[in-house]
């Protein structure tokens, strides 16, 4: 089987994404560190043409993206179509509002999911969703993200697992992994780490203390597609040299 591209989320680089300008550095940047492939997420408002001209001048794939889940209920035509102009296969998005997260709201969001689904696949889409750790509490005695995975149709709903917020939850990402394989063609990567003050901390790829041989050897076998590289904080780093420690470490294990 062949092994998974790394990728760069770009939410972690956010804050240098606010401009079309900030867009092409940005990209540029990520190339120059030697990333093939992006998802889109966490961008100023930006015409989605001048966008599609950018991504195809980087050199960069734009494999996925974070979508609000409004969009896609009231804006589903343009999801579509930005994402056809993009050659974006992958949309996703990175979590649910509150009101959700209850004992029938994983009913609730697979009722509203089926019709949007179908629209998507249709065009060749599909749709994936991310978790937080929230998604670990349980109802009736079961996750909730449990419950979406053991109740969704994987060719309705795919899985985006995120292996520090797996951890945060109390979880094991690689039975995660392992139990939506199949079904799961992005993961996102991201490490934790302790300081010696019993802080939780976000870390690049291989500085924590999270499992990535065995993490890496799941996804393979799962059938992911896309190891895609996030870190929400990067403290006192820079984050392009956070991306850029993490790509080396993951090159170094083989996966770059």
């Known amino acids: 089987m062949a092994k998974p591209i790394v990728g760069a989320q770009l939410f972690t680089l956010r804050n240098f994404t606010k401009t079309l300008p900030d867009i092409v550095e940005t990209f540029r940047k990520v190339k120059e560190i030697g990333y093939s492939a992006v998802q889109l997420s966490g961008f100023g408002p930006v015409d989605p043409r001048e966008l599609a001209k950018a991504i195809a001048d980087s050199g960069l794939n734009a494999v ?9 209920q009231k804006e589903l035509d343009a999801v579509i179509e930005e994402h056809k102009m993009w050659n974006c296969p992958h949309p996703a998005i990175g979590g649910l509002p509150g009101e959700y997260f209850c004992e029938d709201g994983v009913k609730r969001f697979l009722d509203e999911l089926a019709p949007i689904a179908e629209r998507l696949g249709k065009d060749g ?5 991310h978790n937080h750790n929230h998604e670990l ?3 009736a005695g079961k996750t909730w993200l449990g419950q979406l995975y053991d109740t969704a149709d994987p060719a309705v709903l795919k899985a985006e697992i995120d292996t520090y917020w797996i951890v945060a939850g109390g979880g094991d990402p690689v039975a995660w ?3 939506c394989a199949g079904r799961e063609p992005l993961l996102h990567l991201k490490d934790m780490c302790i300081t010696p003050d019993r ?3 976000m870390a690049e ?3 924590g203390n999270l499992n990535w041989p065995a993490i890496l050897a799941e996804a393979e076998a799962g059938g992911v597609d896309y190891l895609l590289v996030e870190q929400d904080r990067c403290y006192e780093r820079d ?3 956070s991306m850029a420690i993490s790509y080396r470490n993951l090159k170094a294990m083989g996966y770059a």
Do not use: C, K, N
């Open 64 to 72: 996925a993206t974070h979508v609000a889940w409004p969009r896609f």
């Open 125 to 129: 889409l599909d749709f994936s969703y």
């Open 137 to 139: 509490a349980r109802y």
């Open 177 to 179: 992994i392992r139990q």
């Open 199 to 201: 802080e939780q901390r």
């Open 205 to 207: 790829i291989g500085e």
């Open 239 to 241: 984050p392009f040299d």
